[in-house]
Structures are given as C-alpha cells and as structure tokens.
C-alpha cells in the first residue's frame, strides 16, 4: 500500500515538472519576434509530449494569462472595458424575466436552477414578485417535480403554522402572504 502511494506521489511530481516546463517554454512562444523560428518549435514539441489531460490544462493556462495580458494592454490605452460598462440585472429582474419567458416562449425556453431558486426562496413577498407576475409563478409550480417540490410543500406548510401562531394580524401584507402561501399549498397539497 506505502508503495502505491510512493507511485502515485513520484506520477504526480513527475507530471507537474513537465507541466512547469511546457508552461515556461511556451508563454516566451508568442511573445518571440517573427522571425525567431525557434520558440514556436519548442513549444509544440512540449505541447506534443504531454497528455492529453495535460495539454488542456496547460492550453487553459496559457490562455487565461493571455486574457489578463489583453486586459493590462487595454486599461493601459485607456479603452473601457465592455462588460463595466454594461449595467447588470437584478436577480429579481433576471428570475422574473426567466418566467415570463416560460409563460410565453415555451419553445424557447430553458431551465436555469438558480433562477427556479430564486423564484422558489421570494414567491411570497410582494415586493420581489408582483402581483401581475404570481398567476405565471403558479402555473409555473404546477410542473414543479421531485424535491423542489416537496421543499415548497414543508416550507408553505412550516409559514402557514408560523402564521397561524402569531395570530391575526392587521397587517395587510402579511395577509397577502399568507394569501399566497395557501394559494401555493391548494396547487401543490
């Protein structure tokens, strides 16, 4: 068994020597004047000698320091980045885009986990999803499946009770949500 492991440990450092050396000699590739033959030539045949596991990391590598080079280069010249400039979404505005896109383009349409989420975790504030939007997030739950929908079902079920102990309240938006959550426990019970 201590052999295996020596094995394992020797393949490991052996492996990542040659990946420090491909990674040493081919950066200074692209980097070398036009006319210097020599460098390309030595890469490829770093390139050629490693695994194919090996290659894609080391491609990976080279190209995420190529990426960071490009972005020094841009910032230096003083050319705005695309991205920064772009305002980002909401993820309240993401995730209700998500479901009106369900409700209308079917065909389209994709499922995204983290959306689904987000519905799932806001669907009784009010805030978060209006009024206008609760009857599609209904129509939606109706096709939720396995333990998305039986967590919907305990967590309906555990505000309901907590509800029910506080009492009657005046509040007008806790009987909105608890209007909500009864609506969601007669579509999934």
Same mark, same amino acid.
């Given at each position: 068994m201590a052999?295996?492991?020596r094995?394992?440990?020797e393949?490991?450092?052996?492996?990542?020597?040659?990946?420090?050396?491909?990674a040493?000699?081919?950066?200074?590739?692209?980097?070398?004047p036009?006319?210097?033959?020599?460098?390309?030539a030595?890469?490829?045949?770093?390139?050629?000698a490693?695994?194919?596991?090996e290659?894609?990391?080391?491609?990976?590598?080279?190209?995420?320091?190529?990426k960071?080079?490009?972005?020094?280069?841009?910032?230096?010249a003083?050319?705005?980045?695309?991205?920064?400039?772009?305002?980002?979404?909401?993820?309240?505005?993401?995730?209700?885009?998500?479901?009106?896109?369900w409700?209308q383009?079917r065909?389209n +349409?994709?499922?995204?986990?983290?959306?689904q989420? +987000?519905?799932l975790?806001?669907?009784?504030?009010?805030?978060?999803?209006p009024?206008?939007h609760?009857?599609?997030?209904?129509?939606?739950?109706?096709?939720?499946?396995g333990?998305?929908?039986e967590?919907?079902?305990?967590?309906?079920?555990?505000l309901?009770?907590?509800?029910?102990?506080?009492g009657?309240?005046?509040?007008p938006?806790?009987l909105?949500?608890?209007?909500?959550?009864?609506?969601?426990?007669?579509?999934?019970s």
């Amino acid at each position: 068994m201590a052999k295996q492991k020596r094995k394992v440990i020797e393949v490991t450092e052996k492996k990542k020597k040659k990946l420090k050396a491909a990674a040493e000699e081919v950066p200074g590739a692209p980097a070398a004047p036009p006319g210097a033959g020599e460098a390309p030539a030595q890469g490829a045949a770093v390139l050629g000698a490693l695994s194919s596991e090996e290659r894609r990391v080391l491609e990976r590598k080279l190209k995420k320091e190529r990426k960071k080079e490009e972005r020094k280069r841009l910032r230096e010249a003083g050319v705005a980045m695309a991205q920064s400039s772009l305002a980002r979404r909401s993820g309240a505005q993401l995730a209700l885009d998500y479901l009106c896109g369900w409700a209308q383009k079917r065909e389209n +349409w994709r499922f995204q986990k983290t959306r689904q989420t +987000w519905l799932l975790l806001h669907m009784y504030d009010c805030d978060e999803v209006p009024d206008e939007h609760f009857p599609a997030l209904l129509a939606y739950l109706e096709g939720l499946r396995g333990r998305a929908r039986e967590l919907t079902v305990q967590k309906a079920e555990a505000l309901m009770r907590e509800l029910d102990e506080e009492g009657p309240g005046a509040d007008p938006r806790l009987l909105e949500k608890t209007q909500r959550i009864r609506q969601v426990l007669q579509l999934l019970s």
